[in-house]
């Protein structure tokens, strides 16, 4: 079973982002953070780990990971040992918990505060950039911004990019049931989301620049309890739902969450793209 160990290397006393806000309002992704939910990708860890296999990470990458978050896919990157690492977060407790993480050996690692269309970062600085469960949150001009600062990152000679992000199935989907399903997730999370179709976010990132070299998707299982061991081990899982089931606010905002990924599960799936720099 694949985990991300992220019991034993996460940060101590550093707040998760939302902490303090009332669990019956805040972004549904930062009230699982609280409920200590490390895994908030769409595709899980399995996907995660596609993700970093066929970009191929190794010893001479220099990494930028856009929206890094709460670390989870930070520590499997860094596991690979690259020369530098870089998290770029715009949210200032989710930078001082990136900030506390180290890699092995003589990696470089850096966290940064900055939005993901505007790093501040050199230009051609990173052989590896990625993003994970962002974009989708993102409006079509915001994802774009963040997709051509991805594409400004990266050496032109070596760049990969990839994302892993939720998806709207099939391609063809009615226009009318996509908007519902993006109403019903809004309503639900308590934040703007806006997913493509596969050909969507294929064209996004040909009119952005980039060559997708190979693309994979996955159910859209978040919640439910197989998927839930999975990304965070039986433990942790079981520690989640306690914390949940002692909470009714939290709980009220887990299961309406859970109603409507369930309602909407045959037209909701995970993808993840890696691209190269088109020449």
Not at 1 to 15: G, K, L
Not at 107 to 119: C, L, Q
Not at 192 to 203: C, Q
Not at 251 to 261: A, D, G, N, P
Request: proline share 7%; glycine share 8%.
């Amino acid at each position: 079973m694949a985990t991300t160990d992220h019991d034993a290397s996460a940060p101590e006393n550093v707040p998760v982002p939302g902490d303090g806000l009332d669990p019956a309002v805040m972004p549904g992704h930062w009230l699982l953070a609280r409920l200590g939910k490390r895994v908030l990708r769409p595709g899980g860890v399995a996907l995660t780990h596609w993700m970093l296999d066929h970009l191929a990470v190794d010893r001479d990458d220099r990494v930028v990971e856009l929206a890094a978050g709460l670390g989870a896919t930070a520590r499997l990157a860094l596991q690979r040992a690259p020369l530098s690492y870089t998290a770029v977060d715009r949210d200032a407790a989710t930078v001082a918990r990136l900030g506390l993480l180290t890699g092995p050996g003589s990696t470089e690692v850096a966290a940064v505060r900055a939005d993901a269309s505007d790093t501040g970062l050199p230009a051609g600085s990173a052989t590896v950039v990625y993003g994970e469960a962002m974009l989708t949150m993102q409006p079509s001009p915001a994802k774009r911004r963040v997709v051509r600062e991805a594409r400004r990152l990266l050496d032109g000679r070596v760049g990969r990019y990839a994302v892993h992000e939720l998806c709207l199935l099939p391609d063809g989907i009615d226009p009318r049931l996509a908007d519902r399903i993006t109403a019903d997730l809004a309503d639900a999370l308590h934040v703007a989301v806006r997913p493509l179709t596969p050909v969507g976010w294929n064209e996004l990132l040909a009119d952005e620049g980039f060559t997708v070299i190979v693309g994979r998707t996955a159910p859209m299982a978040l919640l439910e309890p197989r998927r839930l061991v999975a990304d965070e081990g039986l433990g942790h899982a079981l520690g989640i739902v306690g914390r949940a089931l002692r909470d009714p606010a939290a709980r009220r905002r887990v299961t309406q969450m859970r109603r409507v990924f369930r309602r909407h599960q045959a037209h909701l799936g995970a993808i993840s793209l890696v691209a190269v720099p088109t020449e």
